[in-house]
């Protein structure tokens, strides 16, 4: 078993992305702009804004974070996103999943203009991303393949099976694994809920993602010999032995899956951190203009 190591390869990838700031604002003067919105109290979407800030400022990004009451309404925050994409200032745009259930997910995506979607969810980034032209490709996705890539991991020909089809990261990652590129040229199955044999499809697969949401689903039954195992669970459970107060558990039984598989992702230190990469990647593409 070798580890697909989010922390080490997150830390190197945003050395280079320091360095490409720094060059842009030695060209321009001023340094590449993130901008999130966060809705409402939820307690993991804070710890992943704070996140995002945070890694913004270590590679040399300004960043803001715009904090609303869960009570705003649909209307105020798509003027927020508006005057937004009118700022010059700003060049990336992201509002945090989930939001509370009175505002329309779709109808905020559609909102943010496509230029300034560094979370790749808008329906023109995600067109084009289908049809391989140059596009903001969505962050976890965008990471995972980084991932790959940083390891050498050649995915051609493999049969991949991705569970969940989540629009943040099941369904794009299906689209990715199967475009003719590399990492990619896969053979691809996704299942999801109404799928009718999960464990069966699964243990054909030679790439396993596993993007389910549920605490430890993939369990070593259902995993081939020598599989690569691509854990983006991030479930959360309260814990008074932790700093934190909680701690994570991956859709994937580590201890279990680990000796069979080839390559897996731990969590915490997988997936998730390697998420932040892909937005900062997208958010620098964005300032430098080099998409659109
Ligand atoms: N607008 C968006 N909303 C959400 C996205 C997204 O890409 N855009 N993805 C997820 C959450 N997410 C990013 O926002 C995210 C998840 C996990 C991590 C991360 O760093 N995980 C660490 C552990 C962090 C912790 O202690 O909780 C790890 O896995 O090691 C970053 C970002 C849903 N919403």
């Known amino acids: 078993m070798n580890l697909l190591d989010g922390k080490l390869v997150s830390a190197k990838i945003k050395e280079d992305i320091k360095q490409e700031a720094a060059a842009f604002l030695a060209e321009t003067g001023r340094k590449p702009h993130l901008v999130a919105i966060l809705v409402g109290n939820d307690g993991a979407s804070e710890t992943y804004v704070a996140s995002k800030m945070r890694n913004c400022e270590l590679v040399g990004f300004e960043s803001t974070n715009i904090h609303f009451d869960t009570s705003i309404s649909e209307g105020e925050l798509l003027a927020k996103i508006n005057e937004l994409n009118a700022d010059g200032g700003v060049d990336g745009l992201i509002v945090q999943l989930p939001l509370p259930k009175h505002i329309d ?3 905020v995506t559609e909102a943010i203009d496509y230029r300034k979607d560094v979370d790749g969810f808008h329906p023109v980034n ?3 991303m289908q049809r391989n032209l140059p596009c903001f490709i969505p962050a976890t996705p965008y990471g995972i393949l980084l991932m790959l890539a940083h390891y050498g991991i050649d995915t051609s020909g493999m049969h991949a099976v991705v569970v969940g089809r989540s629009n943040i ?11 003719n590129s590399n990492p990619g040229n896969c053979t691809v ?3 999801h ?3 009718r044999n999960v464990k069966e499809e699964v243990l054909r697969a030679d790439i ?4 389910i949401g549920k605490k430890h689903f993939i369990t070593a039954d259902m995993v081939k010999e020598g599989a690569i195992v691509i854990d983006v669970g991030i479930n959360r ?4 032995r932790t700093k934190s107060g909680y701690k994570l ?11 069979k598989s080839s390559w897996i992702t731990p969590v915490p230190g997988g997936v998730g951190l390697m998420t932040i990469v892909g937005l900062l990647k997208n958010t620098l593409e964005a300032a430098k203009g080099s998409i659109y």
């Open 208 to 211: 396993i993602v596993a993007a």
């Open 126 to 128: 995600l067109g084009r």
């Open 189 to 191: 199955t996704l299942t």
């Open 105 to 107: 997910p779709e109808r």
């Open 169 to 179: 990261v099941g369904s794009p990652m299906s689209i990715l694994l199967a475009r």
């Open 237 to 240: 459970e309260m814990s008074d």
């Open 193 to 195: 809920s109404r799928t």
């Open 249 to 259: 558990y991956g859709d994937v039984d580590f201890e279990q899956v680990a000796p």
